[in-house]
């Protein structure tokens, strides 16, 4: 068979040369054959106007559609891939029924690759006319596991009222988790609802959507998919609550039935301290659960009293550990007040990692050089030093460690700082007797 590269092209000039509405007097069947060699490429159109047979064949015929797409289809894998894929870039310019046709085969075979398909949905993207009808064609003729791949693609070009309508057609069908997420982060909210009553497992790879619905700041998609009863809210210490930032969207997880002496939280994180005493003073099981939560989201909100308060409580101390690990946290939020009561309570030993919280202190301190807040980050960075516990914990290495740190921040207040808090050793002991950092401090404060 010869090939034919320029046929479409060459049967589309014939159009310019009608005389009249049928200039190719063709048998069907001689047509058939002949279209059936064309190059499915953007020429397609152009061959169906040359004529009233074309245009019915082309336009309207799924059947020859059909046999004229697996005529071009290549058999191996690879290569089906690559004329899809080169074929779906021409949308625009391919006849409805051809995009249809190919589509079917993209969503309903399960042998095209996820790369593929990703590929796909950044491609194809169609005028809201055509994309509307191509959709509403579609969802007849799908099955549930195609269905469920043109949701992916649909999630970037259309409305949520379009895949409402979709869905509603398919009441059996359920969206992949990467749909999911892409419809919270667009906020579809009636979108998310249905399916989640439909049982769509929110609770997958650990909470997946939630944790991407708390991360958005979304309140009201965070209360529609805590509707899901399998969302284990206790996993990993209650991980949820941890990565909620905004006072919304903690509130929203705290009125959940599930979240252990939920409304004792909602007055710590309401920083009312008389409701937060109350609770203390009739401490028990049930609030020995959520006394560190209570601790976390004290100082997350930067609620001083509160945080005084829970500090106080002789039933429920809490340990070393857990002081260091929050405050961190007050450093990392930049909530000084909460850092200087934490270090003031009498039962804070400082022991662990402690590099990483000077270095946590300092970048703080560097974030802070052009506005008010400077010499607060400098006083907490200056009571951490002089805590009892941190001069015990505080070795030669780290001193060194900090005063290269501070050196390098070029503050010479901090230089001073360092120094004086290290009481014996000289600033040549924090660094080797030939670095120069050392050396050059000692020379300019002479």
């Not at 191996?76 to 079917?104: G, H, M, W």
């Not at 042998?111 to 809201?128: A, K, Q």
């Not at 106080?312 to 101390?317: M, Y």
């Not at 780290?398 to 360092?418: D, I, P």
Request: charged residues 20%; neutral net charge; aromatic residues 8%.
């Amino acid at each position: 068979m010869p090939k034919l590269p320029k046929l479409s092209a060459t049967i589309a000039k014939l159009q310019e040369k009608r005389r009249s509405p049928s200039t190719l007097p063709l048998p069907v069947e001689v047509a058939w054959m002949v279209l059936l060699h064309l190059p499915i490429d953007e020429h397609i159109l152009d061959v169906a106007c040359a004529s009233r047979l074309f245009s019915q064949m082309i336009l309207h015929d799924a059947r020859f559609v059909r046999k004229h797409i697996e005529s071009q289809t290549p058999l191996s894998t690879d290569d089906a891939e690559d004329f899809y894929a080169n074929t779906v870039r021409q949308c625009n310019r391919l006849p409805l029924l051809y995009l249809k046709s190919i589509l079917v085969d993209i969503f309903e075979n399960q042998w095209f690759g996820d790369s593929f398909l990703s590929d796909l949905f950044c491609t194809v993207r169609l005028t809201n006319v055509a994309a509307w009808r191509l959709v509403c064609s579609l969802s007849w003729v799908l099955g549930e596991s195609g269905i469920s791949q043109m949701l992916e693609w649909m999630c970037d070009d259309y409305s949520s009222e379009t895949v409402l309508a979709v869905l509603k057609r398919h009441p059996k069908t359920l969206a992949s988790h990467s749909f999911m997420r892409r419809a919270v982060s667009l906020g579809w909210k009636d979108v998310v609802a249905l399916l989640v009553r439909r049982g769509f497992n929110v609770s997958h790879d650990r909470n997946d959507v939630l944790v991407h619905a708390i991360s958005e700041g979304d309140c009201d998609m965070v209360a529609t998919l805590l509707q899901d009863r399998r969302i284990d809210v206790s996993l990993d210490n209650y991980r949820l609550l941890h990565l909620a930032e905004s006072l919304e969207v903690t509130q929203t997880l705290l009125s959940d039935e599930r979240i252990p002496s939920g409304q004792f939280l909602l007055s710590v994180v309401a920083g009312d301290t008389n409701a937060v005493s109350k609770h203390v003073s009739f401490s028990n099981e049930r609030c020995a659960v959520s006394n560190n939560l209570a601790l976390f989201l004290a100082v997350r909100f930067n609620h001083v009293g509160v945080l005084q308060v829970l500090l106080s409580n002789e039933h429920l101390p809490p340990d070393a550990e857990t002081l260091r690990q929050h405050l961190q946290i007050a450093a990392q939020d930049a909530n000084w007040d909460v850092f200087h009561a934490i270090l003031a309570t009498p039962r804070f030993q400082f022991q662990g990692d402690v590099a990483r919280l000077l270095a946590l202190l300092l970048y703080r301190y560097n974030a802070s050089k052009d506005d008010p807040h400077t010499d607060v980050a400098f006083k907490a960075m200056d009571a951490f030093l002089s805590h009892d516990s941190v001069e015990r914990w505080m070795r030669l290495a780290h001193w060194r460690l900090l005063f290269s740190f501070v050196y390098s921040a070029g503050s010479r207040r901090l230089q001073r700082c360092v120094v004086s808090k290290a009481g014996r050793l000289s600033a040549l002991d924090l660094f080797n007797t030939t670095s120069s950092p050392g050396r050059q401090f000692l020379n300019h404060s002479r």
